[in-house]
């Protein structure tokens, strides 16, 4: 009997080693699945400001892009009284052409 009881007592024993082994591999289980939640919430944040990085880079392209049209519609407004100036002498010297022709016609009559 002596010897049964021993090896329950063993039994016991292994049996608390073997629940303290499995409460161990449970807080470590626990404490790597919040370190993975942190890594994925972390990478989650490195996408995101990526993401904002890349909109900054958008956003300043699209300015450099905005204010090149706009240089480039200036340029053209410019030209384009340019070429009202010279629709209005070139309308004037016609004008002075045909007075001219007139005069010459009704000279010659």
Do not use: F, P, W
């Not at 699945?33 to 996408?47: C, G, N, V």
Request: glycine share 2%.
């Amino acid at each position: 009997m002596d010897e049964l009881e021993q090896r329950c007592h063993d039994l016991d024993a292994k049996v608390r080693r073997v629940e303290e082994e499995r409460n161990a591999v449970m807080m470590e289980n626990e404490e790597l699945t919040d370190k993975i939640q942190a890594m994925a919430q972390l990478r989650a944040s490195i996408e995101e400001a990526r993401s904002d990085e890349e909109l900054k880079e958008d956003l300043a392209r699209l300015s450099e892009e905005v204010l090149r049209l706009e240089t480039s519609v200036g340029y053209l407004q410019d030209n384009l009284v340019g070429m009202g100036d010279k629709m209005k002498e070139v309308s004037a010297l016609k004008e002075t052409v045909n007075v001219s022709t007139e005069e010459q016609h009704t000279d010659a009559i």
